[in-house]
């Protein structure tokens, strides 16, 4: 038993290094070459965060290792070696409260601040921002936890007679109790009166992580439900809309024309921002047209993307040009897997989590029959199923952000992605990482039964006084599979179609 813990030790400490390597790996490859060799702060920030994200997802199947642990124990005391998971779960999500609201603002105000100030100046406005954040929040939880940072358990109160004490033991489906003429235990029929509600004060930090939770779950209903869907027919769609061979000189020639016309209008257009936000005139038309602006530049790099795409150039242009074409097919299969997998998330939350009871374990039966193969097997899929809901928050914010004039757009790119980007996807993955964990949880709950998440994640917050019906109705689990089929259906019918080339790009008045 205790071999066994001490290597579930082990393989925690071995996946820790190997995600805080990989973090730093799309850090460097991801970062603008703008912030090469500065903006160490940000940088900092972005990898902790991703490495507090990336765990907090390996936590839920080293939670269910934990747990398989301790119920392998042969003698008392045994689980008093296994990993005090409840207590890591309230630090990993207390640290990603504060990077969320404190500490990823605070390095977001003062890289976005005016690169003509100096660095106290910088600091200064950013300190502001986030003191200001750090009142109001404060304020906010602390009247909150005073007036409903309770939880309340519903408990009926069981009891039943004393009777002879047996010299045979037989029981059945017709005598499930002892005595010979007892059909039914008394304390089976406890009638309705029994039931009392039982209030306890939870823990700050649990309300904490409570409040969190609901903040993220709305938006992973909203994200995560258009990019459970968005994510995989993105990919196919963008298989059917390939360009299906290269194009003549001429042509190219007068595409790259018409771009270049393109980009010296955006270019006349960012400088007058940039005068208008420097005389501080940044009201909403300004917002608005730095997201118009936004909008065509990212439409503006995926159409020379393209261009460079039919037309590649250089000496090895018929291996860019076979590159290009297995690129597309493997967008096609990777799509496929992801629909496949998409289908089988929308399927499982209405069998095991809409419907009352559950037709089915479903995904829950899937993971024990992998563990049964080989240990760790139904582990891996249960983790590989969390991270996907993650790649289809960022897959639907990306989507909704560049057709919600609301929504910030903040894109990915390697070798382009400047820090106040990086940020902005870090905390959002952090933010959403608390409600997929919450929520994978409760979609596994059999798999992940008597697991600390599932304390903390179920019992606690699903009776957490104010806020418990939004999941005793499954308000969020509804909002996730409308919009997925939302979503779906638009895809199908306007997916396919080719972006049509907008005109002349004008600043509103």
Same mark, same amino acid.
């Given at each position: 038993m205790g071999d066994f813990n001490l290597a579930l030790v082990i393989v925690a400490i071995v996946v820790c290094v190997i995600v805080f390597l990989f973090n730093i790996y799309l850090l460097v490859n991801y970062q603008h070459p703008d912030d090469k060799n500065q903006a160490y702060f940000p940088k900092f920030v972005v990898v902790f965060g991703l490495f507090i994200a990336t765990i907090s997802i390996l936590m839920l199947p080293a939670d269910v290792a934990n747990r398989q642990a301790c119920s392998r124990a042969i003698y008392n005391g045994a689980c008093n070696l296994t990993l005090p998971m409840k207590d890591l779960w309230i630090a990993v999500y207390i640290i990603d409260a504060v990077l969320?609201?404190?500490?990823?603002?605070? $390095?977001?105000?003062?890289?976005?601040?005016? /690169?003509?100030?100096?660095? $106290? &100046?910088?600091? &200064?406005? $950013?300190?502001?921002?986030?003191?200001?954040t750090a009142i109001v929040c404060g304020l906010v939880l602390g009247i909150l936890y005073g007036l409903v940072g309770k939880v309340d358990f519903t408990v009926r109160h069981l009891s039943s007679?004393?009777?002879?004490?047996?010299s045979t033991w037989e029981f059945s489906s017709n005598q499930p109790c002892i005595g010979s003429n007892a059909r039914e235990c008394s304390a089976y029929l406890a009638n309705a009166s029994s039931e009392k509600t039982w209030t306890m004060r939870v823990t700050f930090p649990e309300y904490v992580v409570a409040l969190a939770t609901i903040v993220g779950s709305v938006l992973f209903a909203i994200f995560g439900g258009v990019g459970i869907a968005c994510l995989p027919l993105g990919l196919i769609f963008s298989f059917i809309?390939?360009? &299906? $061979?290269?194009i003549t000189r001429s042509q190219y020639i007068k595409e790259a024309t018409e771009l270049g016309k393109k980009a010296r209008e955006l270019k006349k257009a960012a400088d007058v921002l940039h005068q208008e936000e420097r005389s501080g005139s940044k009201g909403r038309k300004w917002r608005k047209n730095v997201k118009a602006v936004e909008k065509e530049l990212l439409q503006l790099e995926e159409d020379v993307k393209l261009l460079e795409e039919v037309y590649p150039q250089g000496e090895k242009a018929e291996t860019s040009w076979a590159l290009t074409v297995l690129g597309y097919l493997a967008k096609l299969v990777l799509g496929i897997l992801g629909l496949i997998v998409s289908v089988a998330w929308v399927a499982h939350i209405i069998i095991y989590l809409l419907v009352d009871p559950p037709l089915s374990p479903f995904l829950n039966e899937v993971f024990i029959k992998l563990d049964n193969i080989w240990g760790l097997l139904g582990t891996v899929a249960f983790a590989f199923f969390c991270f996907y809901l993650l790649l289809a928050v960022i897959a639907g914010a990306m989507m909704l952000g560049l057709r919600l004039v609301f929504i910030t757009i903040h894109p990915m790119k390697w070798g382009a992605t400047l820090m106040n980007s990086f940020l902005f996807n870090v905390g959002l993955i952090l933010l959403c990482s608390i409600s997929v964990i919450q929520f994978c949880a409760t979609a596994f709950g059999y798999y992940a039964q008597a697991t600390a998440a599932q304390e903390i994640f179920g019992h606690t917050l699903q009776s957490l006084r104010g806020? &418990?019906?939004?999941?005793?109705?499954?308000?969020? /689990?509804?909002a996730f599979v409308v919009l997925a089929g939302l979503t779906f259906v638009y895809y199908a019918a306007f997916g396919w179609r080719r972006k049509k080339p907008s005109g002349r790009f004008q600043l509103s008045s």
């Open positions: 969320v609201f404190f500490i990823i603002p605070f $390095a977001m105000f003062y890289y976005e601040g005016d /690169q003509d100030k100096s660095v $106290a &100046k910088r600091m &200064k406005s $950013a300190l502001l921002w986030v003191i200001t007679n004393t009777t002879t004490f047996p809309r390939r360009p &299906k $061979a290269v806020i &418990k019906y939004l999941y005793k109705y499954n308000v969020f /689990q509804i």
